[in-house]
């Protein structure tokens, strides 16, 4: 079976993401972590492989370095007809990149001249309206995607986002064109590209939306977007609708050693987190500890392997309010702080696994890209979705479960119901 789809996803919930997006909709989809190379195997008898880096915080040129490599390994070695460039649906960016720098990349290595820009994933609450993207319902900025302690988002309006850190101009594909069909966003790119036009901004409203804007994006070399851009290119394919479908497997029961990190400081996180020390074991981490205390980790690890085996996992957080957490990047600096924490999430990672934990519940992109490798995992086979866009993953080569959550997905009770899917 040739691959359909080569996916480079700018970090590791983004990539579960999309992953999870097309098994619903009926593709066979395998996930490897980090930079592929010559001697990593080339999967067989799949509709599309993703790749997860940890590129969208970094500087610029090693996002770049890593897009690039990813992009000639998935078309040279693993002869992917198309590549698709996966970002948040909530475009999490700074004005110098790393989207626009990576897109730019892609766009000359692959020698194309206009892209789409679709992060839309309407059934998450992430719409695209005259070009300005809206998180249920509320502008991208008044969101709290402003308070996002490594990109925050000050502009909901993507063509001013996009335009500010590559290198081209910005058009916009409506939604009166879109819902005219395919025929007319095709007409319509072709007269953005002739009016030199590098960056298309999509708009959509709903997952149907997106179908028509695949089934262009399925006859381009280069595709870039969100997860609802993906789940739709899949549907397109197999005829099948991604949110009516539980595909996938669970954790088994038996022999579960269980452990919840948040990371995350999004709305919806802080939520969950104080939903789930009002029923489970819960720590919050200190940050001047991480900073400077050596034995953190050593503690933090004793204190998970004190609590109860039969009940809810124990939970390790740094989920904080965005007024705390200006609060902290305020007394110990935003770079410091944040390093910190994960180092000592990454280190807590390494200890328990050696104590025979298996089962890892992630929220946050950069908490989940550094679990992943701290475990040294390189490749996922996607499980069933624990809620939208998040699904149980398991390492083929150990018995490894991840539910990886970007900040903002999954209801209140995430953590818990997460369990609640362990099989007998």
């Not at 790749?51 to 500087?59: Q, Y």
């Not at 104590?355 to 499980?383: D, H, M």
Request: charged letters at 15%.
């Amino acid at each position: 079976m040739t691959i359909k789809l080569g996916v480079i996803a700018d970090d590791f919930t983004g990539a579960t993401d999309i992953a999870s997006f097309m098994v619903q909709s009926g593709w066979k989809v395998v996930q490897l972590l980090g930079v592929p190379d010559e001697s990593t195997p080339i999967p067989h008898d799949i509709d599309a492989v993703v790749i997860s880096l940890k590129i969208r915080s970094c500087p610029v040129a090693e996002s770049i370095f890593q897009a690039i490599n990813s992009c000639r390994w998935l078309r040279n070695k693993a002869s992917c007809q198309q590549v698709f460039f996966k970002y948040c649906s909530t475009f999490d960016s700074t004005p110098e990149g790393n989207i626009g720098p990576v897109i730019d990349a892609l766009m000359g290595e692959l020698q194309v001249d206009i892209s789409l820009i679709c992060p839309a994933l309407p059934v998450n609450g992430r719409t695209v309206v005259h070009g300005y993207l809206f998180v249920n319902e509320m502008l991208l900025n008044e969101s709290g995607m402003q308070h996002h302690p490594i990109t925050p988002m000050k502009d909901a309006n993507l063509l001013r986002l996009i335009e500010q850190q590559a290198k081209g101009i910005a058009g916009l594909v409506n939604l009166n064109c879109v819902r005219q069909g395919k025929q007319a966003i095709s007409h319509r790119l072709e007269s953005l590209r002739l009016d030199g036009v590098r960056y298309a901004v999509v708009d959509a409203m709903t997952m149907a939306d997106l179908l028509p804007v695949a089934q262009v994006a399925s006859e381009m070399v280069l595709v870039t977007g969100g997860s609802g851009l993906g789940a739709a290119i899949a549907s397109n394919d197999t005829g099948q609708i991604s949110s009516t479908s539980k595909i996938g497997d669970t954790p088994p029961a038996r022999d579960r050693k269980s452990v919840v990190f948040s990371g995350s400081c999004s709305s919806m996180t802080n939520q969950q987190v104080i939903k789930y020390k009002e029923i489970a074991p819960a720590m919050e981490l200190n940050v001047g500890e991480c900073i400077y205390n050596p034995k953190y980790a050593d503690q933090l690890t004793e204190w998970i392997m004190q609590q109860p085996e039969d009940g809810l996992a124990p939970m390790l957080y740094a989920t904080q309010s965005p007024e705390v957490l200006q609060q902290i990047q305020q007394q110990y600096g935003a770079t410091e702080s944040s390093y910190s924490i994960e180092h000592v999430f990454s280190e807590v990672v390494r200890k328990l696994r050696k104590q025979g934990f298996n089962t890892f519940i992630v929220a946050g992109g950069e908490t989940s890209a550094r679990v992943t490798q701290s475990l040294k995992i390189s490749l996922l086979s996607i499980g069933a979705p624990i809620a939208s866009g998040v699904p149980w993953v398991h390492d083929l080569h150990t018995d490894c479960w991840l539910a990886l959550k970007s900040g903002n997905f999954g209801e209140a009770d995430f953590f818990q119901h997460a369990q609640e899917m362990f099989h007998e």
